[in-house]
């Protein structure tokens, strides 16, 4: 499966992105879906995910309440929506595919990977 993340951009403390994750050549609803970052001279982070049908979702303490992971499998895209942000938030976001049947942090269950999008906080 092939994954497109869309929508970073650079914004200031507080206000709101939505980033997407378009897939293609694979049956999107049978992938487990992930969103990670990378911010420079950091390891990657786990950010959160959201199983096949939705239901179950699992999001890092840092940005639980404030992120929120959703999907829409006849679009064949996951979102995820980005709400009061900080300078902290700042990092390359890349949309993950794994065929764990279930929510995962761990990136190494992870088998397929977006290019990243960037969203620059500024304080």
């Known amino acids: 499966v092939q994954l497109q993340a869309s929508g970073g951009g650079l914004v200031q403390a507080g206000d709101s992105l939505r980033l997407s994750c378009a897939a293609s050549?694979?049956?999107?609803?049978?992938?487990?879906m992930g969103w990670f970052r990378q911010a420079p001279g950091k390891e990657r982070e786990f950010v959160a995910t959201?199983?096949?049908?939705?239901?179950?979702?699992y999001y890092a303490d840092s940005v639980k309440g404030r992120f929120a992971i959703s999907r829409d499998n006849a679009k064949n895209t996951v979102y995820l929506q980005m709400n009061s942000l900080k300078p902290e938030d700042t990092a390359v976001y890349s949309c993950?595919?794994?065929?764990?049947?279930?929510?995962?942090?761990?990136?190494?269950?992870?088998?397929?990977w977006g290019q990243g999008t960037q969203v620059t906080v500024s304080s």
């Open positions: 959201i199983d096949w049908s939705g239901a179950n979702t």
């Open positions: 050549g694979g049956t999107f609803s049978r992938y487990t």
């Open positions: 993950a595919a794994s065929r764990v049947p279930s929510t995962t942090r761990d990136y190494r269950n992870y088998s397929y």
